[in-house]
């Protein structure tokens, strides 16, 4: 398959892209800048330069290819305080897949994520938020109504944390919080629990999307459904030597923009995804990840 990729040198992106190719499909890498084109030829992908603004040549690139993986979002901009900009950014380029995509029975696979899902419940792939609790949401639900218009459409509700060498996300960012206060902290009891994937499970799941899953389907890439925030303090407190702490919610801003994520019960199951596509997570776990000091060497 030649396949067209949004985000093929991000994080979960490009071990997605890396996956694909050694499998034997050709990958096609949307790059905005000159090193978003380098990493996407390290890969041994092709490069077209261009964003997700450039709706019509998405179009022309969804229509030349056999699928469309779209991973890339403008965190850039949702970041600088607009989500709303880039989720909209995020739905044009979804609606021009689609365009292009209608009628073929070819795949589009894009991203989502699973925190928020089921507050205090282990949330599953059969669980649908409503249409308007988010606007990513919002934009998951155009995807797969795509399945009624002959596309292959596929949510892939990824861990809010992907781990692996080399993450620069949440946990790198509690570690650096760490590092600063001079405690690693948990909020309340800890007993609120994340659920997390390894990036290489994250890029077979993905893989297996492309080649397998059936139109409409939502998938969760977690391997492991919930772990415990306070488990995760103590990891990164091992590592750095730390006292171990419990911050209260008044306190909260202690973990900067995590506050809000760090303290919520999300956990998810992928049940369904593994039985569906035989998916089986064979990278190291989340712990084991942070006491290998993948996060703190260097």
């Known amino acids: 398959m030649r396949v067209f990729m949004t985000g093929a040198s991000g994080w979960i992106g490009s071990a997605s892209a890396r996956s694909l190719i050694g499998a034997g499909h050709d990958v096609v890498g949307l790059a905005r800048s000159d090193d978003a084109a380098t990493a996407v030829e390290a890969l041994g992908g092709d490069v077209v330069r261009g964003s997700l603004d450039d709706l019509d040549l998405l179009r022309d690139q969804a229509a030349r290819c056999d699928g469309v993986v779209h991973m890339a979002f403008r965190h850039d ?19 021009a897949f689609g365009e292009a995509l209608g009628g073929t029975g070819r795949p589009l696979v894009i991203a989502s994520g699973t925190l928020g899902l089921a507050p205090g419940t282990v949330g599953t792939e059969r669980d649908l938020p409503e249409r308007g609790s988010h606007p990513r949401a919002a934009n998951a639900y155009v995807a797969l109504d795509l399945a009624t218009r002959g596309v292959r459409s596929v949510v892939i509700r990824f861990a809010p944390t992907v781990h692996g060498e080399g993450d620069h996300g949440f946990v790198a960012t509690l570690v650096d919080i760490a590092r600063e206060s001079k405690v690693s902290g948990y909020l309340g009891d800890g007993s609120n629990r994340w659920p997390a994937v390894h990036r290489s499970d994250a890029a077979d799941l993905v893989h297996r999307a492309v ?61 369904v995804t593994r039985e569906l596509l035989d998916w089986r997570p064979a990278g190291p776990g989340l712990i084991e990840d942070i006491d290998a000091g993948r996060y703190t060497s260097g």
């Open 77 to 95: 901009v949702a970041f600088s305080g607009d989500f709303v900009a880039a989720a909209a950014s995020d739905l044009g380029a979804i609606e």
């Open 211 to 271: 080649e397998q899953a059936p139109p409409g389907s939502v998938l969760h890439a977690t391997a492991e459904t919930g772990i415990e925030t306070r488990a995760i303090a103590e990891a990164i407190g091992r590592q750095l030597d730390l006292p171990v702490v419990s911050i209260d919610a008044e306190r909260a801003e202690h973990f900067r923009f995590l506050a809000g994520p760090f303290g919520m019960d999300a956990p998810a199951s992928s049940d």
